[in-house]
């Protein structure tokens, strides 16, 4: 009886070596799409959070679009290659609301092709000062 199972393992030998040989790839894979989701995840929240900030700085009384731009792209130089700027765009910008797009590449580590753009958009309202009591 034990000479039958040390003949079973004799036959067995190596197949572990060969089943984490073909595994393994897939589930390395498997973390990097992970991993690469996650990047992408993080460069949309930073396109968010600078396009947060550029319309704080441009809504305010006295605030311009230069203003909104220095302040977006002071923001997304903290990130370097994690959230490289692509694009800053203010065109929906009228009278009494501040409308802000920010474009962001993210950090790419699988050799797939271009990883799409992230843009976010914020709107707010532009502040005017009205006296006590007046009208604006």
């Known amino acids: 009886m034990i000479r039958g199972v040390l003949d ?3 036959r067995d030998r190596g197949a572990m070596a060969i089943s984490l040989a073909i595994v ?3 589930v390395l894979t498997v973390v990097l799409l992970v991993v690469q989701t996650a990047l992408w995840w993080y460069a949309s929240q930073v396109a968010l ?3 947060r900030e550029g319309a704080d700085a441009g809504r305010i009384v006295g605030g311009s679009r230069p203003a909104a731009d220095r ?3 002071d923001f997304l130089q903290r990130f370097g290659s994690l959230a490289e700027p ?3 765009d203010m065109s929906g910008t009228d009278g009494t609301t501040f409308h802000i797009s920010v474009t962001v590449k993210p950090l790419s580590i699988l050799p797939l092709p271009a990883m799409p753009d992230v843009t976010r958009h914020v709107d707010a309202p532009i ?3 009205v006296p006590q009591g ?3």
Do not use: H, N, Y
Request: proline share 10%; no cysteine; charged share 20%.
């Open 8 to 10: 079973r393992l004799a």
């Open 24 to 26: 393994f790839p897939a």
């Open 49 to 51: 959070t600078a396009a």
């Open 71 to 73: 302040r977006v792209a």
């Open 86 to 88: 692509a694009g800053t």
């Open 127 to 129: 502040e005017k000062f």
């Open 134 to 136: 007046g009208q604006p």
